[in-house]
């Protein structure tokens, strides 16, 4: 079989460490009893062998057809379960199980878009075992407090509890990438709803970030807070100072104070 040729604006980078993959492949747990896993963006399955390796059910996406085509002659015994098409846009809910793990060396330049999908998806996605840019891998996994902690830290810790699992240098992928990767595990926690609207704890969430300097009373002007919030200590706080209970208690106020209006 012939390679695949590395196609950049697909974020293609292919592993070439396998006792790398071999411990990516090791970390999907099957939390929740969950015994199906989706890999995003197979490439040429370097991955995809170590998890092959696991009891877990197994089904593949990649975008690009030249290794869909790789992957069909490599694993004729998946045929059913080899999925052409977008991550960010497949329809996967005559494919898929109703919940089911992912895996996947994601393609780094589209790695904050697969977090929100994942963040739609949330009710399905149990679990989510993958390697991305370093910093996106830290930020996501990072505390409040932290400078790396952000929107997306909020958002996926408000629904999964996440592990940095370590760091693997730009040398084993082929071609290199310019930075380091890291590998994180988002373990689905028992939040179903939140205790606030969603859409709204949402866009405090974005809007507090909006300025990560400015105190929250300023990055959240736009509001319109009530007085009483106004004078809450909370609000000297900069968004990288809240947790996901701060966000949701600041929406609940936004919230009620709308409902008397
Ligand atoms: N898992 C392989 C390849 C990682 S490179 C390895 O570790 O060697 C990232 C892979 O994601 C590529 O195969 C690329 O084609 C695929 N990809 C890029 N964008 C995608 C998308 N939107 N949906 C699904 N796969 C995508």
Redesign the pocket.
Known sequence: MQN?R??KH???????DLSI?ERIAQAVKGHDGVNCVL??????????DFLLKNPMELYL????SE?IAYLYQKYPQLKEKIIE??????DFSSVLPDKYAIA???????SS??FFRVLDERDKVTEVVC?LQKEVAQRIASPKGNKAYGILSVLLQAFYDIEYLFTVPPGV??PPPKVDSGVIRLTRNQTEKLDCKEKLFFQVVKAGFGNRRKTLRNSLKSFQLPEDLKINPLLDKRAEQLDVADFVFLTQQIEASRGNH
């Open positions: 695949v590395p196609k697909l974020g293609q980078h292919f592993l070439t993959a890999e995003i963006g197979p490439g040429m399955g370097v991955l995809t996406i990649d975008i690009d290794s098409g977008d991550y960010l846009k497949e996947g060396n994601f393609p780094y330049n589209i878009q697969i390697m992928f082929n």
